[in-house]
């Protein structure tokens, strides 16, 4: 399940916006599994990815942005990213995206360009969330649209894309990603 919560805008520091993902993280578990949990039954996989040691079957990636965290909970490997809706890096698209992305990418002008860029980073980077090994994946997964699906190069994984206010949320679970009642985005 997908889990959001606006953060005041006054209290915009990454520490309080980290914290505010974490208390998600566990109001979240305590309302689906009926566990409570803090940051000490958090810990760190080899490669940062956090888990809970003593309950390995509750799957979770966490987020947050300016203005946003989220937390995702699954019953397999499962990531998420959110963004603010940015101005495309093109250095940062030309490096990342693979080519037929980056094609995409440079058909797209002004807030369409900006979308663009920030979904399929966001993608990206929710993939990379759920595999465990960081930002030295990104540039192996691709993503392309067919019939209002998100699909990739690796069919073993499901992605979704929601848009809430001036954010894009992506989703990647192993198998099928989880609804919710934000906005579905379609980014092809």
């Not at 037929?100 to 807030?111: C, H, I, L, M």
């Not at 960081?134 to 979704?160: C, E, H, M, Q, T």
Request: aromatic residues 14%; charged residues 25%; contains cysteine.
């Amino acid at each position: 399940m997908l889990y959001t919560r606006v953060i005041d805008e006054n209290n915009r520091s990454y520490a309080y916006e980290h914290s505010q993902s974490y208390e998600l993280l566990f109001e979240s578990v305590k309302k689906e599994k009926g566990i409570v949990l803090s940051f000490a039954d958090v810990a760190k996989d080899e490669y940062g990815k956090p888990f809970f040691p003593e309950y390995p079957h509750i799957f979770f990636s966490i987020t947050h942005c300016r203005g946003l965290a989220c937390c995702i909970i699954d019953g397999s490997e499962c990531g998420i990213d959110a963004e603010m809706i940015c101005s495309p890096r093109d250095k940062v698209a030309k490096r990342v995206f693979s080519d037929s992305e980056f094609a995409e990418f440079e058909k797209r002008q002004g807030r369409e360009r900006e979308i663009f860029f920030t979904s399929i980073w966001t993608l990206k980077e929710a993939y990379s969330k759920a595999v465990g090994r960081g930002l030295a994946v990104i540039k192996n997964v691709s993503f392309y649209g067919n019939g209002g699906r998100i699909l990739s190069n690796f069919p073993d994984f499901g992605f979704r894309q929601y848009m809430s206010g001036e954010h894009i949320i992506s989703v990647c679970t192993r198998g099928n990603c989880p609804k919710s009642d934000l906005r579905e985005y379609y980014p092809f």
